[in-house]
């Protein structure tokens, strides 16, 4: 069954106002499309984690869209702070959003936690720390010391995560949402395996039968997905490994606008509202920056052996 | 007779100091800047079998241009693994795996414990900081934490505003009571002024080496704590030759290293 949709229906369709989202990628992969859509289409209330969040989270700070930031860390990389995220912290602009502050190791735990069904899962980080002392909407929930019941030893309990939907961003998945992944995964797999649903985005669409060469690739199977979206250059301003390099000095234009609420207001109604999707982003980009800048971005191409599945 | 040439810069001086403390056959787990450069500085003089791991899920990556961030494109073709976040902060660094890890901090005090999150009160932060990422589950389970930090009063203190990042957090026997694995917690801290590592019994940073344009007294003011002096505290060793070699002709030879520069480290 297809489950072929445009990013814009795909959001309409599986994204709602208060609903909890994982959103993937850590610099490889973030779904850039979907993220603009559900600025354009003003989705409020949400709560939203992944592991190092930067540019992508940052905007849906800046455009309000957020309530709640289940968190570790975000920057914009090379170019220091997140502008939208201190605004909102510092200041309350557009207002202030509530925190609950993990690290990269709880996190993705708590992530895989939730795609496996567990309750609750140990980790050995955070503890004496003011991480602890730092509770805001899961309370007391945040986590639990326990007495280990093997050992009696000091153990922290983090909960398990299951979110509404995962948006992610991979290179290639069938209509029906097999998706297949290579390179720096970050905590993509397992936000996308914890969430009751899952909104694939890709580079392209392929055969059931390409899926079928190279099966070991696929992180998310078809029936957790319900919608499956293909765009090109989709993870832009970051980067997809074999298709186009992180845009660094588009990073550094976003930074220079989010200086400032004015810059930022500006940015996204040039790229985001002045845009009706993706495909006219990309070719706004061209347009702008012009086809060499554009090329300039696209993966030289540096294949693997082919591997063999046969008997 | 080893080779001490002159034309170095400070942020130089404290790569070759990390690379120092790396030993042959380490597992490192590196960010950008300083731990990637200290790392292949030690892996290109005297420590060709210590590996590079990045947490957003890559081991032993071979780049061909320097990463500008942990999950840099050029970290991908060439590795020898790649997973993700469960694979390299949960298996190999909760897993016991990992020897040196490498941290930097917005201000760091006198037990090594490090602050990322918030200058200021934590509900209304004169100054909000990026969070812990992977710097709080790296102070927790390297076997070795080297922590680059400024040296002036405002990046140093006595008690940071947040323990993000454990190093001893309130002194002996802290990291013990938490449960945290033995012999693990911050080796030493490198500024742009001296080398301080960790007296054994009361866990405080003390000066162990100065650099070569500064002296005690000119450290001991920076420091806002009582900072103790070593016995045998003596100036730092400048880079050598070899080690200038190897960050100037095959790390970086466009020197971005001289951000660094702007950044305060001089």
Same mark, same amino acid.
Request: hydrophobic share 40%; aromatic share 10%; proline share 6%.
């Given at each position: 069954?297809?489950?072929?949709?445009?990013?814009?229906?795909?959001?309409?369709?599986?994204?709602?106002?208060? +609903?909890?989202? $994982?959103? *993937?990628?850590? @610099?490889?992969?973030? &779904?850039?499309?979907?993220?603009?859509?559900? /600025?354009?289409?003003?989705?409020?209330?949400?709560?939203?984690?992944?592991?190092?969040?930067?540019d992508?989270?940052d905007?849906?700070?800046?455009?309000?869209?957020?309530?709640?930031?289940?968190?570790?860390?975000?920057s914009l990389g090379l170019y220091g702070l997140a502008r939208?995220?201190?605004?909102?912290?510092?200041?309350?602009?557009?207002?202030?959003?509530?925190?609950?502050?993990?690290?990269?190791?709880?996190?993705?735990?708590?992530?895989?936690?939730?795609?496996?069904?567990?309750?609750?899962?140990?980790?050995?980080?955070?503890?004496?720390?003011?991480?602890?002392?730092?509770?805001?909407?899961?309370?007391?929930?945040?986590?639990?010391?326990? +007495?280990?019941? $093997?050992? *009696?030893?000091? @153990?922290?309990?983090? &909960?398990?995560?299951?979110?509404?939907?995962? /948006?992610?961003?991979?290179?290639?998945?069938?209509?029906?949402?097999?998706?297949?992944?290579?390179?720096?995964?970050?905590?993509?797999?397992?936000?996308?395996?914890?969430?009751?649903?899952?909104?694939?985005?890709?580079?392209?669409?392929?055969?059931?039968?390409?899926?079928?060469?190279?099966?070991?690739?696929?992180?998310?199977?078809?029936?957790?997905?319900?919608?499956?979206?293909?765009?090109?250059?989709?993870?832009?301003p970051?980067?997809?490994?074999?298709?186009?390099?992180?845009?660094f000095s588009f990073g550094y234009t976003y930074q220079q606008a989010s200086n400032?609420?004015?810059g930022f207001?500006?940015f996204?109604?040039?790229?985001?509202?002045?845009?009706?999707?993706?495909?006219?982003?990309?070719?706004?980009?061209?347009?702008?920056?012009?086809?060499?800048?554009?090329?300039?971005?696209?993966?030289?191409?540096?294949?693997?052996?082919?591997?063999?599945?046969?008997? | 007779?080893?080779?001490?040439?002159?034309?170095?810069?400070?942020?130089?001086?404290?790569?070759?100091?990390?690379?120092?403390?790396?030993?042959?056959?380490?597992?490192?787990?590196?960010?950008?800047?300083?731990?990637?450069?200290?790392?292949?500085?030690?892996?290109?003089?005297?420590?060709?079998?210590?590996?590079?791991?990045?947490?957003?899920?890559?081991?032993?990556?071979?780049?061909?241009?320097?990463?500008?961030?942990?999950?840099?494109?050029?970290?991908?073709?060439?590795?020898?693994?790649?997973?993700?976040?469960?694979?390299?902060?949960?298996?190999?660094?909760?897993?016991?795996?990992?020897?040196?890890?490498?941290?930097?901090?917005?201000?760091?005090?006198?037990?090594?414990?490090?602050?990322?999150?918030?200058?200021?009160?934590?509900?209304?932060?004169?100054?909000?900081?990026?969070?812990?990422?992977?710097?709080?589950?790296?102070?927790?389970?390297?076997?070795?934490?080297?922590?680059?930090?400024?040296?002036?009063?405002?990046?140093?203190?006595?008690?940071?505003?947040?323990?993000?990042?454990?190093?001893?957090?309130?002194?002996?026997?802290?990291?013990?009571?938490?449960?945290?694995?033995?012999?693990?917690?911050?080796?030493?801290?490198?500024?742009?002024?001296?080398?301080?590592?960790?007296?054994?019994?009361?866990?405080?940073?003390?000066?162990?080496?100065?650099?070569?344009?500064?002296?005690?007294?000119?450290?001991?003011?920076?420091?806002?704590?009582?900072?103790?002096?070593?016995?045998?505290?003596?100036?730092?060793?400048?880079?050598?030759?070899?080690?200038?070699?190897?960050?100037?002709?095959?790390?970086?030879?466009?020197?971005?290293?001289?951000?660094?520069?702007?950044?305060?480290?001089?």
């Amino acid at each position: 069954m297809s489950k072929v949709m445009s990013t814009s229906e795909a959001v309409r369709r599986f994204v709602n106002d208060g +609903d909890f989202l $994982f959103i *993937g990628g850590y @610099v490889c992969r973030p &779904p850039f499309a979907a993220v603009h859509e559900i /600025i354009r289409q003003k989705k409020r209330e949400l709560t939203v984690t992944r592991s190092n969040a930067a540019d992508d989270f940052d905007m849906l700070i800046g455009a309000g869209c957020v309530k709640r930031f289940i968190a570790t860390f975000i920057s914009l990389g090379l170019y220091g702070l997140a502008r939208c995220y201190r605004r909102s912290i510092e200041k309350g602009i557009p207002h202030k959003i509530e925190l609950e502050e993990y690290t990269n190791l709880s996190l993705p735990l708590m992530l895989m936690a939730g795609a496996m069904g567990m309750p609750f899962v140990p980790v050995k980080d955070m503890v004496g720390t003011d991480l602890m002392k730092a509770k805001a909407f899961m309370g007391e929930n945040k986590y639990r010391m326990i +007495d280990s019941p $093997f050992d *009696g030893s000091p @153990v922290m309990l983090v &909960p398990a995560l299951n979110p509404d939907v995962a /948006i992610i961003h991979v290179q290639q998945a069938d209509e029906d949402g097999n998706a297949q992944m290579w390179g720096i995964g970050g905590d993509c797999k397992w936000g996308a395996n914890a969430a009751k649903k899952v909104i694939v985005s890709c580079e392209r669409i392929v055969s059931r039968e390409t899926i079928g060469k190279d099966p070991s690739r696929t992180i998310v199977p078809a029936f957790k997905v319900v919608a499956v979206t293909e765009e090109p250059f989709g993870a832009h301003p970051g980067y997809t490994p074999g298709f186009y390099d992180v845009d660094f000095s588009f990073g550094y234009t976003y930074q220079q606008a989010s200086n400032t609420e004015e810059g930022f207001q500006a940015f996204l109604d040039e790229w985001i509202f002045g845009v009706k999707d993706r495909a006219e982003y990309t070719h706004k980009y061209i347009q702008k920056f012009g086809y060499p800048q554009f090329k300039k971005l696209q993966a030289k191409f540096d294949y693997s052996y082919p591997v063999s599945y046969a008997f | 007779m080893v080779e001490h040439p002159d034309d170095y810069i400070k942020p130089e001086l404290m790569a070759c100091c990390g690379a120092r403390e790396i030993g042959d056959g380490d597992i490192v787990i590196v960010g950008t800047g300083f731990p990637t450069m200290s790392a292949n500085i030690a892996k290109y003089t005297h420590a060709p079998g210590a590996t590079m791991l990045q947490e957003s899920g890559v081991y032993d990556a071979r780049p061909t241009r320097p990463a500008l961030s942990v999950g840099d494109p050029c970290l991908n073709p060439g590795a020898a693994m790649i997973g993700g976040l469960v694979e390299v902060m949960g298996m190999f660094l909760q897993g016991g795996w990992i020897d040196v890890g490498f941290l930097s901090g917005s201000q760091v005090d006198k037990f090594g414990n490090i602050n990322t999150t918030a200058i200021g009160d934590y509900d209304r932060p004169k100054s909000r900081l990026p969070g812990s990422g992977g710097a709080n589950p790296i102070g927790s389970l390297a076997k070795h934490v080297l922590i680059i930090a400024l040296h002036d009063r405002r990046s140093l203190a006595e008690r940071v505003d947040f323990i993000t990042t454990p190093g001893y957090l309130d002194g002996p026997g802290a990291r013990e009571k938490w449960g945290l694995p033995r012999g693990t917690g911050p080796k030493v801290i490198i500024t742009n002024k001296a080398v301080m590592r960790f007296d054994e019994s009361t866990k405080e940073a003390y000066l162990a080496s100065y650099h070569p344009d500064t002296s005690v007294d000119e450290v001991v003011q920076l420091t806002p704590w009582k900072l103790n002096v070593a016995d045998d505290v003596r100036e730092t060793e400048p880079p050598r030759a070899e080690e200038l070699t190897a960050l100037r002709e095959v790390l970086d030879p466009f020197r971005m290293i001289k951000i660094y520069e702007k950044r305060g480290y001089v």
